[in-house]
């Protein structure tokens, strides 16, 4: 059976967050989504009443295999993701109030369009949140598998990371997961494709190829068209004028930063948001001044005793009118003084304007990044005034990568795992192992992400040396090239020599380099001289 035979034979199920007594026959064992459980009707309990969703027509063809092998987020509502609404235009307070209402009422369409349109305009706001996106997505990550020294963990730990590592988009899903933080929730759409995929088995050899399903990309959804149940806060896309439970292995959903049990209302944004409109009242009044104010003023002086002559008012006038707009005048010098009103200075820490947009910034950096660190400086002191701060913005960003691997396990890993068991568990026991279907769904692996952290590059090199000469560890040769930001070299021509080493004593100098290779051999000891041998005694002569 073909790996869409597989999938589709079984007829995989959504997600199941009401009440389901009988799972649909096939649907992928032990499956949980993760998000919310199971709703359970208790006697005497009034249950509130659940958003209507799943229109039968529509989740049939969500169940087909083109759904799958396609992609559904083109066609998504309520309106299409390139038009908004745009209600951060004029923001007043009674507009966030209302956007945050209805989000928490299970509509976020307008606050999610909201949260675009401050994150498009806000300078600082979106520098930081895009800051904390990027430090995490240029860490490495790995996969570990579930249980040590067991060869089936391995073997789908290996399957795994095969098909992982030839996502091309997988840096920009898991970079818009990241989004979570300041939208609440964000999520992808995964676009599978049928593929013949060969591993490494725990004894290095390869297993394989194998036909199976694997994630072609991973295709942004924006948030806006999401919609929540108001029981139970599983979310729903809306299509057309439905709203439809997410399809199992279809959407990776990530939920942002946060504890509250409402989905929507996580995140950085819902006090950023009114930071964010402080400031741009704070801008614009900064503007209005700058534009009446910046300028030196002109000051016309003439003796009051003129001004009772109307042909004198008229010159008066004149001039003050050209020397507005930036022209030369001529007048008489016993009848007329002209000044200029130099323009008040701003900008500095005791200007109102600047002191609102400084503490704006700095409360965002706190909000954002857990501390006011290396954003910037600012008219009211330093933006980063120790290592301290770093620490906390690095303990924020670990977390962002803990929580992205969860939601990449439950919602990429498993369904990995899930719609491939068979001809996965077959590959397996070709390749010597004992393995059932059912081992497969509790050995889905677990991902590792490495955050950089930002470190002096002579103490890294010293951790380094130390790590090598003092611990024994194997570092590559490549990941110290890419810590550093070396080039590896073209040829043994383009290789530096290194400060020069002798090799013995008395042996010639050569460079570190060479010296370090197993090509250096050092130059042989000199030998001692071997002594000249005493003169033999010449022999007596014959007599005659």
Known sequence: MTAVGRLFGGRPRL?????????????PPGYSTGLVARAVDLPGVTAWANSPKNHDEIVRALLDPGAYLGRVSYDVGPTNTRFSSYPATDLTPAKIAGAQHEAAAGWPLRWEEMIEQILSRDAHLSGIAQQRV????????RLLGSRQGDPIAACVRSFCDEAL??????EDGAAWLL????????ACE??????????????????????????DRLVPVHPKHFRFDLRTDEPLLWLGSNQISLPYGKFVFGQGEGQHPITVRRGYMWPCVWLSMFKSQGWAGWAVFV?????????VEYDGTLAQYQEYKDAFDDILARLGEGLGVTYPRNAVGIKHLEAPQGGRSDDPHSALSDACDSAQSVRVLGATLTAKIGNV??????TTHAEVKYAREEADARRLWTTMRRDLLQPLVSFNEAALCEAIVRAGYACIPQDLARRVPRGAHRVPREVDPEARMRLIVSAVNDLGMKIGTGAMYDHFDLTEPTSA?????????????????VGAVEAANEGAEAPPPPQPETPAPPPQPESPQAAP
């Open 291 to 299: 534009e009446r104010f910046a300028m030196p003023q002109p000051l």
């Open 15 to 27: 997600v199941p967050l009401q009440p389901d007594p009988a799972p649909q026959p096939g649907a």
């Open 165 to 170: 590592r030839g996502l091309d988009s997988f």
């Open 381 to 386: 002191g330093s933006f980063a005034a120790s």
């Open 493 to 509: 021509k383009d290789v530096l020599p290194g400060r020069a080493e002798q090799v013995s004593s008395g042996g010639a100098l």
């Open 179 to 186: 989004w979570s933080n300041a939208y609440g929730y964000s």
């Open 190 to 215: 995964i676009v599978w494709r049928v593929d013949h995929l060969t591993f490494e088995g725990p004894n290095g050899k390869r297993i394989g190829p194998v036909e199976v399903l694997i994630p």
């Open 134 to 141: 990027d430090d995490v997505v240029k860490g490495s990550w």
